[in-house]
């Protein structure tokens, strides 16, 4: 039972473009979301955060946005660069539990 | 600050054998929690460490287990490994007091043999 989803394994962009990377999740009880990027065998690195009182966070290229009707949330990176390119992770957390869940992750490479 | 750091980088078992990974949280930081990656199941938590307690836990066997220090490091242990016990193991830090971003450490890569 997959409580957070991501269902496109890859997405291909060229530079300058925008990046959209898309998040399902089903548990409701889920208060907090973030984006993690990750390079091979290298440790996650937070990207940004959104709380569910919120519905759009934004910090520089990244603006994350959070649909809690549709249980969805999404990630837009503008303008992708090159340096994008990496597997990006949706974490999911609930009520002050440490516990992240994660999605399978979406492989974004950004084309020069 | 130093960010978190995890002890050894690679390691090579054999099945059978045990390990123990490390981990050090950024200074400050009282929770360590320890996941792991394979190709097919993704990024799963394993369990949470604050203030020397264990205060969750997923769902893996009992062949792994932790502890905290006083100074908030951590330790993971594999007992009796098996060859699906290959996996990069990744620790994150964060103060523990809930809602907020856990950093990551570079990761164990663990190969068993």
């Known amino acids: 039972d997959q409580q957070v989803k991501q269902n496109s394994p890859s997405l291909s962009v060229q530079e300058g473009r925008i990046s959209i990377l898309n998040c399902d999740y089903t548990?409701?009880?889920?208060?907090?979301f973030l984006w993690y990027k990750k390079y091979p065998a290298e440790g996650p690195t937070f990207l940004i955060s959104?709380?569910?009182?919120?519905d759009k966070n934004e910090d520089g290229r990244f603006t994350v946005f959070l649909n809690k009707s549709a249980k969805h949330l999404s990630l837009h990176i503008v303008p992708s660069q090159p340096g994008d390119s990496a597997v990006y992770f949706c974490?999911?957390?609930?009520?002050?539990?440490?516990?992240?869940?994660f999605g399978k992750g979406t492989k974004l490479t950004v084309n020069p | 600050k130093a960010g978190v750091t995890q002890t050894p980088r690679y390691l090579i078992k054999t099945r059978g054998q045990q390990v123990t990974l490390s981990c050090s949280p950024i200074s400050g930081h009282r929770s360590v929690s320890w996941y792991q990656q394979t190709p097919g199941q993704g990024l799963q938590f394993l369990f949470e460490y604050f203030s020397e307690t264990q205060r969750n836990k997923g769902n893996f066997p009992g062949r792994f287990s932790g502890r905290q220090f006083s100074n908030s490091r951590s330790e993971m242990n594999v007992s009796t490994l098996e060859l699906g016990d290959s996996a990069l193991y990744l620790c994150?830090?964060?103060?523990?007091?809930?809602?907020?971003?856990?950093?990551f450490g570079p990761g164990t890569r663990l190969l068993v043999l």
């Open positions: 974490a999911a957390v609930q009520g002050g539990s440490e516990k992240l869940v």
């Open positions: 959104i709380s569910s009182i919120k």
């Open positions: 994150a830090s964060s103060s523990g007091t809930g809602e907020e971003t856990q950093y």
């Open positions: 548990n409701s009880m889920f208060d907090y």
